[in-house]
Structures are given as structure tokens and as C-alpha cells.
């Protein structure tokens, strides 16, 4: 019996080693102040079907399922540098100057990738933008491929957002 017990033991123990070592969720949060209306920001980065309009990373935003800024739009993004990402609206709230949505297929380095970005006032003539990320690496496993590892996602969505929010903040400041 305490054979059994042990060998129970020992395969408990390695299972919950294996568990540790596999992905876990991430999250990268960047914000930006911007010295301009939050309408007028929002306006410029309200598009679902316009993120090439103010990130420099983005060469063609084309919406390919659904109607624009609603919920389940599915939109392709087709990156300067090669490669694509296939995102979905998961929520839109115009009043609220807030959305959600999340990776369907792409290139990033990322897996169960879902975003939230919003814009608030925070005075009469500034704003503040903040894009949140939650994802996990896009290789899951206990031993993750070279540039498929945590720190390689989170570098990924750190420079996604920290570019486009340059951006916007950029156009919204210059009009």
C-alpha cells in the first residue's frame, strides 16, 4: 500500500511540475496622454476598419466578415513588413470610447489574445489612451520554441502598442 500510495504521489507531483512550466497568462498594458479632446482621439482611432490609418505598422486595414465597429466584424490587417493578423471585434462601445477584440489568426508570437483599448478624458484638452493585452506565448508547451517564448510575446505586443500609441498621439496633437 505505501508503494502505491508513493508512485500516487510521485505522478501527482510531476503533473503539477509539467503544469508550471506551461504557458500562463500575460499582459502588457501601455498608455499614452495626449494633448488633445478625448472625442477628437477617439475619432481617430475609433475605426475597426482604419487601424492603417494611424499605425505606422499597418499597411491595409480591410473588414472581411461583418459590418464595421460591431461586434463579431472580422477584420485583416496586412503589416509594412510582411505577414498578416486576422483580429475580431468582440465589443464596441462608442459612447463609452472603449472596444474589444481578439486575434483570430496572425504572425505574432502570441495565443488566446484579446485586447481592450480605451480613450478617456482626463481634462478639457487631454486624454489619456490605454490598450491592454492579455494573452499567453503562441507556444504553450513546458519547452517553448526560440521567439515563441514569454519574453518574445510580451516584446511582440510592447512594440505594437507603444508604436501605435506614438502614432496617435502624433496625429491627434498635430490637427
Known amino acids: 500500500m505505501k508503494k502505491i500510495t508513493a508512485i500516487a504521489c510521485a505522478a501527482l507531483l510531476l503533473v503539477s511540475g509539467t503544469s508550471f512550466a506551461a504557458a500562463h497568462l500575460l499582459r502588457v498594458t501601455k498608455t499614452v496622454v495626449i494633448d488633445a479632446p478625448a472625442a477628437k482621439v477617439w475619432n481617430e482611432a475609433k475605426d475597426f476598419g482604419g487601424l492603417n490609418n494611424w499605425h505606422p505598422a499597418v499597411a491595409t486595414d480591410q473588414i472581411v466578415a ?3 465597429n460591431e461586434a463579431g466584424a472580422v477584420r485583416l490587417l496586412t503589416l509594412k513588413g510582411g505577414g498578416t493578423i486576422k483580429e475580431q471585434l468582440t ?3 462608442a459612447a463609452g470610447r472603449k472596444f474589444r477584440y481578439k486575434i483570430v489568426e496572425g504572425v505574432l508570437p502570441v495565443s488566446d489574445y484579446s485586447s481592450t483599448f480605451v480613450v478617456r478624458s482626463i481634462a478639457k484638452n487631454k486624454s489619456r489612451v490605454t490598450w491592454v493585452g492579455r494573452f499567453k506565448r503562441k507556444d504553450t508547451s513546458a ?7 514569454d519574453k518574445s510575446a510580451i516584446d511582440a505586443v510592447s512594440g505594437v502598442y507603444e508604436s501605435g500609441l506614438d502614432n496617435l498621439k502624433k496625429i491627434a496633437e498635430a490637427k
Open 66 to 68: 461583418g459590418t464595421n
Open 91 to 93: 465589443y464596441f462601445n
Open 143 to 149: 519547452h517553448p520554441a526560440a521567439k515563441e517564448d
